[in-house]
T-cell receptor
Framework: SQQGEEDPQALSIQEGENATMNCSYK?????LQWYRQNSGRGLVHLILIRSNEREKHSGRLRVTLDTSKKSSSLLITASRAADTASYFCATGTSQGGSEKLVFGKGTKLTVNP | NADVMQNPRHLVRRRGQEARLRCSPM?????VYWYRQLPEEGLKFMVYLQKENIIDESGMPKERFSAEFPKEGPSILRIQQVVRGDSAAYFC????????????FGSGTRLTVV
């Protein structure tokens, strides 16, 4: 079953602007991760934030996690055309007796040059 | 993600045929996960395997789908008697531990059923 729900479903911005994507989830988590997928390609891991962390940075990426609201946000600063891709949040959960990643439906980001 | 090898990259099958998708995990990884992605959708968990064991198959359809990860060789996802609705991208990920960090994904197999 889907766990994360990203918002918005699609986002179009100009190069240089910031892009913010949100993710909400339903059950308790061990960690939350963000992935990027270019059209027709595999997934690339961007960043992981553990359930006891509130904020994490990696280059132009900033991730926040609010476990009380069961939500996370991914901020990409100073966006570039090359950032055009779909972005997925994935929650690391213990479900059905095993740990696994459960993905949301993604946000399709278009950065216009 | 060349370290997790999936083949073939593209597979076309007629309705009723069998599809076999292969996944060679990253060296040193003994945990394999299969996901299915429909067009414009996220990835849906199918099955989690360790060598010679199915740990969690809660996402696998009850019929026609099976998976294995033998002691030697790649993990195989098998779909018997394919139907049009099986058309999707199938991704494999591997991990060195049971934890959900450290996943490495393959480039996927795109199955088209005609």
């Amino acid at each position: 079953s889907q766990q994360g729900e990203e918002d918005p479903q699609a986002l179009s911005i100009q190069e240089g602007e910031n892009a913010t994507m949100n993710c909400s989830y339903k059950t308790s988590i061990n960690n939350l991760q963000w992935y990027r997928q270019n059209s027709g390609r595999g997934l690339v891991h961007l960043i992981l934030i553990r359930s006891n962390e509130r904020e994490k940075h990696s280059g132009r990426l900033r991730v926040t996690l609010d476990t009380s609201k069961k939500s996370s946000s991914l901020l990409i600063t100073a966006s570039r055309a090359a950032d055009t891709a779909s972005y997925f949040c994935a929650t690391g959960t213990s479900q059905g007796g095993s740990e696994k990643l459960v993905f949301g439906k993604g946000t399709k980001l278009t950065v216009n040059p | 993600n060349a370290d997790v090898m999936q083949n073939p990259r593209h597979l076309v099958r007629r309705r009723g045929q069998e599809a076999r998708l292969r996944c060679s995990p990253m060296k040193g990884h003994s945990h394999v996960y299969w996901y299915r992605q429909l067009p414009e959708e996220g990835l849906k968990f199918m099955v989690y395997l360790q060598k010679e064991n199915i740990i969690d198959e809660s996402g696998m359809p009850k019929e026609r789908f099976s998976a294995e990860f033998p002691k030697e060789g790649p993990s195989i996802l098998r779909i018997q008697q394919v139907v049009r609705g099986d058309s999707a991208a199938y991704f494999c990920a591997s991990s060195p531990t049971t934890a959900t960090y450290g996943y490495t994904f393959g480039s996927g197999t795109r199955l088209t059923v005609v």
